[in-house]
């Protein structure tokens, strides 16, 4: 069916039970989580008032047979070096842990799922918004 790869703001919109996020995961196949937005997630748990809490709802949310956890290879930087000069040459700047998240869905052949509209500016991403 869907692999899609996920953006901090699905997880965030997953939490908040937000219906058409619980939708695209029911349906999806495989759901990668990129080690950037992991460390966004653990960023955002330090500065709230329930991280335990919020670490305990994402390991067990990471324990799905259907979710994977995607880290960055030699292959992760060869993408994030096309996508990064490419946005460079165009004059448009992305935040760099996107960029990586980007790499990793194009590695991977996977849809971004995300909320974040500049994601549109990489060429060759695949985007479920």
Known sequence: MRKI?????????????NKDVCDVF????????DVCVLAELFSGFRLGDAEQKNIRELEVFLNNDRVHMLTHTLETAEY????????????????TNDIWIAAAAMQNGLALY??????????GVMILS
């Open 114 to 123: 995300t909320f974040d509209r500049h994601f549109h500016e990489i060429e």
């Open 26 to 33: 029911r349906h999806a196949d495989y759901i990668g989580v």
């Open 80 to 95: 994030y070096s096309l996508i990064f000069s490419n946005l460079r040459k165009k004059g448009r700047p992305l935040p």
């Open 5 to 17: 790869l996920i953006d901090t703001n699905v997880y965030a919109a997953f939490k908040r039970g």
